[in-house]
T-cell receptor, first 115, second 110 residues
Framework: SAVISQKPSRDICQRGTSLTIQCQVDSQVTMMFWYRQQPGQSLTLIATANQGSEATYESGFVIDKFPISRPNLTFSTLTVSNMSPEDSSIYLC????????????FGPGTRLTVL | QKEVEQNSGPLSVPEGAIASLNCTYSDRGSQSFFWYRQYSGKSPELIMSIYSNGDKEDGRFTAQLNKASQYVSLLIRDSQPSDSATYLCAVGGGNYQLIWGAGTKLIIKP
């Protein structure tokens, strides 16, 4: 497996502001994903972070609200823009380590509270 | 639309007993199947992956796959209080994506 870190681990933000979450892996990975998990719910895929190009967003998620960057094979950021209380959630990055498998490994998550 | 179904529970099992967690999926072409454990306030952790029909054992955990019935299960033998968590079933959905079940909350009673 790999060591996956996320920063910040938690934050409390005011509505209307933006927060950028970082995901760092200690080795090059094939795929990186961003998920949202609301309290008591399962995982919802926000987007696939593509290295050097625009992310691929799932239905219901748009680039203006959740801009994503992936400048290299070990790092990605997710920004939650113009936040509202409905954005309060845990945000998780996951990675696929090798091209021959679709096994995903998760970072520790970022717990976001929007007031 | 590809779906993965799990009973949300909670499933309550006495300590030392066998916990049986079940999952069904809709896409008959799925090739990869996973069980993740998620403790409250933590991120999901991979327990088992299975790709072929039959059983796969790893310590106290056994994953069972039946592609004809589109059914995958996880057995936990000699259940311990530390096994209390939410168990997420995930199925390969193509393009390295996983389709996630809602999770089953397991409670092991001492």
């Amino acid at each position: 497996s790999a060591v996956i870190s996320q920063k910040p681990s938690r934050d409390i933000c005011q509505r209307g502001t933006s927060l950028t979450i970082q995901c760092q892996v200690d080795s090059q990975v094939t795929m990186m994903f961003w998920y949202r998990q609301q309290p008591g719910q399962s995982l919802t895929l926000i987007a696939t972070a593509n290295q050097g190009s625009e992310a691929t967003y799932e239905s219901g998620f748009v680039i203006d609200k959740f801009p994503i960057s992936r400048p290299n094979l070990t790092f990605s950021t997710l920004t939650v823009s113009n936040m509202s209380p409905e954005d309060s959630s845990i945000y998780l990055c996951s990675v696929v380590l090798a091209i021959v498998t679709d096994t995903q490994y998760f970072g520790p998550g970022t717990r976001l509270t929007v007031l | 639309q590809k779906e993965v179904e799990q009973n949300s529970g909670p499933l309550s099992v006495p300590e030392g007993a066998i916990a049986s967690l079940n999952c069904t999926y809709s896409d008959r072409g799925s090739q990869s199947f996973f069980w993740y454990r998620q403790y409250s306030g933590k991120s999901p952790e991979l327990i088992m992956s299975i790709y072929s029909n039959g059983d796969k054992e790893d310590g106290r955990f056994t994953a069972q796959l039946n592609k004809a019935s589109q059914y995958v299960s996880l057995l936990i033998r000699d259940s311990q209080p530390s096994d209390s968590a939410t168990y997420l079933c995930a199925v390969g959905g193509g393009n390295y994506q996983l389709i996630w079940g809602a999770g089953t909350k397991l409670i092991i009673k001492p």
